[in-house]
């Protein structure tokens, strides 16, 4: 039995981009996912993209969650900027710090995230169902493992609703820090991210940067299929799939799929699992 699942992509920038992603969200509605969340480019840059697909997608009949981060940001703006988004029928939002767009110094009056947490429950009461951020995989900024859970159990205590993980490929970190969160008397679910393998340059690059593990045997066997692309997709196909069917057993509340705005690799996910 699929666990209830949500799906994430990102605001296009042209309107060929937009015209797909409007594409895929119609196919991939066929799941019923209880929601779907938009990123939000760093300092807000992507923010009018953000909304227009948010908009879209409430006007779809589905229920839309928009990232919303807060570097850089005064408390002004984002009182502002959630007055708009309750207006547009927004009842769900990821909160997170953000990042600054290179050369900003960092400025504004929110530090971390559990700040704007915080903030939005002080302003807002229960206007919003609001997500967090956490990294089974330990953050790439953060100073220790235990500075890094300290951080996340600060968050869930400001207000958050639930939590959405960093993607990964090892079931045994996700496990470990669902445990190591309860005993610190964490008790909102922690959804793991799902990262669908489907071109491994792009993939190995991208989790280089965010400080998601690849583990070496999926590396290797990734690189062993130079530019094989069929050869590619059908082992991120088995990998993916045996990592959902790990999570759902083990007792994972939900899948959040990063569809990278394509349907086809999450519907295959979700048809093995079916």
């Not at 929601?35 to 409430?58: D, H, K, N, P, R």
């Not at 489907?198 to 990734?222: K, Y």
Request: neutral net charge; hydrophobic residues 45%; proline residues 5%.
């Amino acid at each position: 039995m699929m666990l209830p699942l949500s799906l994430e992509f990102f605001p296009p920038k042209t309107a060929e981009g937009s015209d797909k992603l409007r594409a895929a969200r119609k196919q991939l509605y066929a799941l019923k996912p209880d929601f779907c969340s938009v990123t939000y480019g760093a300092g807000g840059s992507t923010q009018a993209g953000t909304f227009t697909a948010v908009t879209e997608i409430l006007a779809e009949g589905v229920d839309a969650a928009s990232h919303f981060s807060c570097v850089g940001a005064t408390r002004a703006k984002v009182r502002d900027q959630l007055e708009v988004l309750r207006s547009m029928g927004v009842k769900r939002l990821v909160a997170l710090r953000g990042d600054l767009p290179s050369g900003y110094g960092i400025g504004g009056e929110f530090l971390y995230a559990s700040e704007l947490v915080e903030f939005i429950r002080a302003e807002t009461g229960d206007a919003f169902r609001i997500e967090v951020a956490c990294y089974p995989e330990i953050h790439p900024q953060a100073k220790s493992p235990d500075a890094d859970m300290k951080a996340f159990v600060t968050k869930v205590k400001a207000g958050a609703d639930s939590a959405i993980t960093q993607y990964f490929y090892s079931a045994d970190a996700y496990f470990r820090f669902v445990d190591e969160a309860r005993k610190l008397g964490v008790a909102v679910p922690i959804v793991p991210g799902i990262m669908p393998i489907t071109n491994s340059s792009q993939l190995l690059r991208f989790s280089d940067a965010c400080g998601a593990e690849v583990p070496r045997w999926i590396r290797l066997r990734l690189q062993s299929f130079g530019d094989d692309v069929k050869a590619i997709r059908a082992f991120g196909l088995d990998v993916v799939a045996a990592l959902c069917e790990q999570l759902q057993r083990g007792g994972a509340p939900g899948l959040h799929f990063y569809t990278m705005n394509q349907a086809g690799p999450t519907l295959a996910l979700c048809e093995r699992l079916a």
